[in-house]
T-cell receptor
Framework: ETGVTQTPRHLVMGMTNKKSLKCEQHLGHNAMYWYKQSAKKPLELMFVYNFKEQTENNSVPSRFSPECPNSSHLFLHLHTLQPEDSALYLC????????????????????FGPGTRLTVL | KQEVTQIPAALSVPEGENLVLNCSFTDSAIYNLQWFRQDPGKGLTSLLLIQSSQREQTSGRLNASLDKSSGRSTLYIAASQPGDSATYLCAVRPIYGQNFVFGPGTRLSVLP
């Protein structure tokens, strides 16, 4: 498999359930991201991991718990969600910025998975 | 805090037309700007990446320009086709603070 994969593609859960979303990247990247996309709102960055360490948490409620066991895998554990958490959850990966031979900072493209459509009843 | 806007919010054109999508950002301290397309209910597909030191990038019928000093980027689509119908998003990677900041997108419909 190539690129960024996400499972499951669709998930329906009750407010008391516990579930996990999985993301895997086959691009050799060292940074991975979780985004939330709600209807009629811009894409919201939730969490960032660089070299398996969490480097950004954009004030995300604790009912969302990320886990990054290695640079290729990223999980989002869900617990006691609310109906307003229903959205498309997207995973992405990229390279962390690096110093090029010219001395300039180089950055790579960000690649996205197909997303998990989550519905909370 | 970096903010990204896109104009227009929606656009409908007949097939064959050339068109321009606009993206504006408030802070010029960026590493890069990336354009994506998103089909309904799907993930984002990367179209073009412009590093902060570059002025434009081209891929097929797509050309993206970057004017960092004025905080603007345009995506030019030549000879539009119905298959180009999608939502187009731009995102900047700020040097300070946040990782990636996305615009709200432009929803494009190309009519046969």
């Amino acid at each position: 498999e190539t690129g960024v994969t996400q499972t499951p593609r669709h998930l329906v859960m009750g407010m008391t359930n516990k579930k996990s979303l999985k993301c895997e990247q086959h691009l050799g990247h060292n940074a991975m991201y979780w985004y939330k996309q709600s209807a009629k709102k811009p894409l919201e960055l939730m969490f960032v991991y660089n070299f398996k360490e969490q480097t950004e948490n954009n004030s995300v409620p604790s009912r969302f718990s990320p886990e990054c066991p290695n640079s290729s895998h990223l999980f989002l554990h869900l617990h006691t969600l609310q109906p307003e958490d229903s959205a498309l959850y997207l995973c992405a990966s990229s390279q962390t910025p690096w110093q090029g031979t010219s001395g300039r900072v180089q950055t790579s493209e960000q690649f996205f998975g197909p997303g998990t459509r989550l519905t909370v009843l | 805090k970096q903010e990204v806007t896109q104009i227009p919010a929606a656009l409908s054109v007949p097939e064959g037309e050339n068109l321009v999508l606009n993206c504006s950002f408030t802070d010029s301290a960026i590493y890069n700007l990336q354009w994506f397309r998103q089909d309904p209910g799907k993930g984002l597909t990367s179209l073009l990446l412009i590093q902060s030191s570059q002025r434009e990038q081209t891929s097929g019928r797509l050309n993206a320009s970057l004017d960092k000093s004025s905080g603007r980027s345009t995506l030019y689509i030549a000879a539009s086709q119905p298959g180009d119908s999608a939502t187009y998003l731009c995102a900047v990677r700020p040097i300070y603070g946040q990782n990636f900041v996305f615009g709200p997108g432009t929803r494009l419909s190309v009519l046969p």
